[in-house]
Nanobody, 119 residues
């Protein structure tokens, strides 16, 4: 079992920055990819960014050039640096971790942290 705890959300003005962190605990030995998703009220959850254990990253087109995902394997923590924030970035941001126990892929989710971008 893996537990994920997000932190760093809050209220910020357009153009501002926030840094989210997600700490994993429990059975962390088989964690593969980790990532960030977001979900606005009444909308579907969407991928924001993810990162492999080797450091390869992937970003949604809407956040490229503004957000940066990073991972500290020693600390079992993934970060999301969000710059030049826009009102449309407002959502609950969820941390995700993939755990592989052959032949099954398990996905774990944090409880979410609210990000609100408003004047």
């Amino acid at each position: 079992q893996v537990q994920l705890v997000e932190s760093g959300g809050g209220l910020v003005q357009p153009g501002g920055s926030l840094r989210l962190a997600c700490a994993a605990s429990g059975s962390i030995f088989n964690i593969k990819d980790m990532g960030w998703y977001r979900q606005a009220p009444g909308q579907q959850r969407e991928l924001v960014a993810d990162v492999t254990t080797g450091g390869s990253t992937n970003y949604a087109d809407s956040v490229k050039g503004r957000f940066t995902i990073s991972r500290d394997n020693a600390k079992n923590t993934v970060y999301l640096q969000m710059n030049s924030l826009k009102p449309e970035d407002t959502a609950v941001y969820y941390c995700n971790a993939e755990v592989v126990i052959e032949p099954v892929l398990y996905e774990y989710w944090g409880q979410g942290t609210q990000v609100t971008v408003s004047s």
